[in-house]
């Protein structure tokens, strides 16, 4: 069976300090990969998404930056952690190519707090 | 990607059956129907997914008309652990690579 895994749980950051969360799948090959961030009481919103290594699409973040060094591992970094950048992280696999249509497994989540 | 519009809330009691409706007139022709739980902190669950008609499991039924502009979201005898956000999604997950929720219908169950 297929598994994500998300780490750190929750992570408190100060404001300027650099980011890594990382997220990786098992039991599947070359899946597409998403990191997506809801802030507080919000939808989520779409930053990153992956269909192969070292293919990475943005969606919106100035600050942050995706990398994908493996076919199941997906990276988010930040180089200096903004306020605005507190919020909940959560990584997301899918098939690609399928004719099932599979949908969206989604990780456990990072609470990053920005103080 | 077909856009989607739910309500942003409902209210409704334990023991209520909860219909949530969501439209999507450009839905094109290979997209499916999914629906999504969330619980806050935990990432969004599938719940249910459908292409026309009716699709039932044991935890929700979809309701498709045959022009697929709209779908409705069916919860029998709701419970209070029913209390989430539920995001509905068009999308062929195969072929689209960019895959953007809603803000979602946030449903409140009372006792």
């Known amino acids: 069976s297929q598994t994500i895994h998300q780490w750190p749980a929750t992570l408190v950051q100060p404001v300027g300090s650099p980011l890594s969360l990382e997220c990786t799948v098992e039991g599947t090959s070359n899946p597409n990969l998403y990191w997506y961030r809801q802030a507080a009481g919000r939808g989520l919103q779409l930053l990153f998404y992956?269909?192969?290594?070292?293919?990475i699409s943005s969606e919106v973040p100035q600050n942050l930056s995706a990398s994908r060094p493996q076919d199941r591992q997906f990276i988010l970094s930040s180089k200096k952690l903004l306020l605005s950048d507190s919020g909940f992280y959560l990584c997301?696999?899918?098939?690609?190519?399928?004719?099932?249509?599979?949908?969206?497994?989604f990780g456990n989540g990072t609470r990053l707090t920005v103080t | 990607l077909a856009k989607t519009t739910q309500p942003i809330s409902m209210d409704s009691y334990e023991g209520q059956e909860v219909n949530i409706t969501c439209s999507h007139n450009?839905?094109?022709?290979?997209?499916?129907i999914t629906w999504y739980q969330q619980f806050p902190s935990q990432g969004p669950r599938f719940i249910i997914q459908?292409?026309?008609t009716k699709v039932t499991n044991e935890v929700a039924s979809l309701f498709i008309p045959a022009d697929r502009k709209s779908s409705t979201l069916s919860l029998p005898r709701v419970s209070l652990s029913d209390t989430a956000v539920y995001y509905c999604l068009v999308v062929l997950y195969s072929s689209a690579s960019k895959i953007i929720f809603g803000s979602g219908t946030r449903l409140s169950i009372r006792p």
């Open positions: 992956s269909v192969g290594i070292g293919q």
């Open positions: 997301a696999w899918s098939y690609q190519g399928r004719t099932d249509n599979s949908p969206l497994h």
């Open positions: 450009n839905i094109a022709t290979n997209d499916y």
């Open positions: 459908g292409y026309k």
